[in-house]
């Protein structure tokens, strides 16, 4: 006699009837604390972690949504797309390259500028897409922010750039390196017209961008845990044959070290430089435009 008798298992689940419940798409996992979140709570928190605070990465049609007053504005130069002036070809040709980028993303190119009011001040607002070949500085990014500039100076509005990018884009070779000389010639004669630039880096920023406009803010700022450097890690350490500290690149460390004015989290980004521009038109913080001799 047997002490335990195997019985059938009750079905617990009538095939005939389905029911699945469909999780898929309602979590997501934070890259940060790697938690299983509501995907919607996270959004509704502006894309940022409420239980770690780690900033996801956000589309350049986002940013100018929690920029613009009443998320409206008024698009520039959203025609302009790269001719492919150097034929280039690695893995794939740089033209199919493109084609696939702009089908992806439904933008020509990896920057969005546009004029319109933030915290009730005239503001040219350029926001760079990392979907588009990683946010990479080409000629056409390189040309609309000079013409952004241009504009700024034409209408007395401020420039805000928001950047996110890999840095120049390889596949246009020099003509990629020649929009960081354009870029800060235009922010020169932005800063003699006595107007304010606001850039805020976001993760990532990096190469050639760190090395020009991202840089050249009248304020510098960052969001929280953002990547930010000119060349990687490791080739650094290849080159100065030492370790490099904890947290190196990162918006915190940097603040530290003196090379950002601050870093602010995305929900307070927005009467951050909402203030900021404030003070820069009521206080004179730009003397230089009546002051300059
Ligand atoms: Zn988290």
Redesign the pocket.
Known sequence: MSWFKRKDRPKLVDPGEEKTVRTEGLFVK?P??E?MLFKREVEENLNV?P??D?HNRISARERLRLTFDDEKWIEHDGGLASTDPLQFVDTKGYADRLKGMQKKTGLLDALITAKGEVGGHPAIVCAMELDFVGGSLGAVVGEKIARAIERAIQVRAAVIIYSASGGARMQEGAISLMQMAKISAALARLDEAGLPYISVLTDPTTGGVTASYAMLGDLNIAEPGALIGFAGPRVIEQTIRQKLPEGFQRSEFLLEHGMLDAVVGRKDLKAFITNSLEFMSTNGAKPKAEGRG
């Open positions: 934070c940060g604390c938690q972690c239980k770690c780690h």
